[in-house]
């Protein structure tokens, strides 16, 4: 016992002794470059010189992305993936196993204790015993074994530093996931009510067609039409109403994918979705900021950065074991003929131990451990360089795509005003026989182009401006934390 106690003193002194000792490796520091970054992104800069109009400036963190296109019913199912989807759920499940390796490695800072039992019965021969002894007995042993590492080099803490680094990286994976599945909703959302518009517009040239067809027919009775006429009308109709199952496909497509975002069978939501509603509102126009704002805020660039610091606090744990592994013991134990006795005071044994780690001297395989932890950081930092250069160019071209849908769907609104004024020009021109058919047949194919691609250009502004918002995170801060949501389940 005294031996033991003894031992506590020495681990104690060791303690303070280490508290000055740095560890082995490079220490981590940010790879990312302000300085060398851009003020404004080139999207910004080229509309501006265009005597664009200016992008608003509006603080994407002061809610939920997908709040800003007033619709509750985009924000309940967004709101329901975030709770629902099996994506989602593995993710969390990742990350609670990287907290309990995080703890795991935490736990080896502080000396192992192990505690082992053993009851044995023993038959001695006749030539092992003496005279009048008994040849069976029954032996009972116990002990108590406590074994530290001395942490001199820092390969222990090294290790903790990995460990936190991953596992805050994965916290980092599980918010970026939250984006993507916030953003596919809100796209596959858009695009359902985009099939429902683009269906109701089909509907509605195929009743105007059939209300032309109709006229033909009647024209053709009365001897002043001719057959060829009335093929041209119903060729026309039949070819419109053959475009309404395109769209209804689409519908059915979109509600399957949402109902699979939301953790539900494909089926589930086809009654809520089926009415038709209008497409989301255009969001406020967004500042994006300077790219250095912009990679400080996405996750993905979050997630490579840690996962650099892993690496390279992985490479002093690999440093550290070209030196030796110093490590104290103690053992408390107790052999007694009868149970009960067990660490009465006559049956203690204790020990106490330095024990020394001679793996170092395999210099050979150490040198290429730390060889290889040494790539794996450079994969690490290529990796991380590669995930800042997406985000730039993921963002420019968001940028850039909300710019130019916005002056398309400028000029188209323009021209579909002008396809319907001419339609219905050439309707009252033909019943007053100014016009053939052909020309009426002609405006209604025109007007039906023009406002099909209007509603494309609709659909695509709001889809441009939601792939805006997932490369700026948009809505980050306002997405449920992973520590709630691995503590509600």
Known sequence: MTKYFHLRSIAAACCISLSGCSAVGPDFHSPLAEDSLPTRFAQQQRSAQADAAPLLSTDIHDAPFWNQFGDPLLTQLVQQALQNNNDLGAALARLQSAEALFRQSGMDRFPTVTM????????????QTSPGQPRSARLYSSAITAQWELDFLGRISRSVEAAQASMQATQ????????????????????????????????????????????????????????????????????????????????????????????????????QLSNTAALPAMPPALDPGAPAHLLRRRPDIAAAELRLHAATARIGVATADLFPRLSLGAVLGSTTLAGRHLFAGDTLQSSAFLGIDWSFLDVGRVRARIAASQANAAEA???????????????????????????????????????????????????????SLYEVLDAQREQLAAQDA????????????????????????????????????
């Open 381 to 435: 930092l290529s990796l991380y360089q590669q995930s800042v250069l997406l985000a730039l160019e993921e963002t420019e071209n968001a940028l850039a795509t909300v710019h130019r849908n916005s002056d398309e769907l400028s000029a188209l609104k323009e021209a579909q005003a002008e396809r319907d004024q001419a339609e219905q020009l050439a309707q009252r021109m033909y019943r007053g026989g100014s016009i």
């Open 116 to 127: 082992n039992a053993e009851g044995r019965q023993q038959k001695r021969s006749a030539a």
């Open 172 to 271: 980092a994976d599980v918010a970026g996931l939250q984006i993507i599945i916030a953003a596919q909703v809100a796209d596959a959302y858009t695009q359902l009510r985009g099939a429902q518009l683009r269906l109701q517009i089909a509907q509605a040239a195929e009743k105007n067609q059939l209300g032309t067809l109709r006229v033909v027919e009647r024209r053709l009775q009365a001897g002043s039409s001719t057959d060829l006429d009335a093929a041209r009308a119903r060729a026309q109709w039949l070819n419109t109403q053959a475009r309404v199952p395109e769209w209804q496909t689409q519908m059915a497509v979109q509600q399957h994918r949402l109902a699979v975002l939301l953790g539900l069978s494909p089926d589930r939501l086809s009654a």
């Open 454 to 489: 209007r509603a494309q250009s609709q659909i695509a502004a709001v889809r441009s401006s939601i792939a805006l918002y997932k490369a700026l995170a948009g809505g980050w801060t306002g997405l449920p934390q992973p520590a709630e949501k691995v503590a509600a389940q």
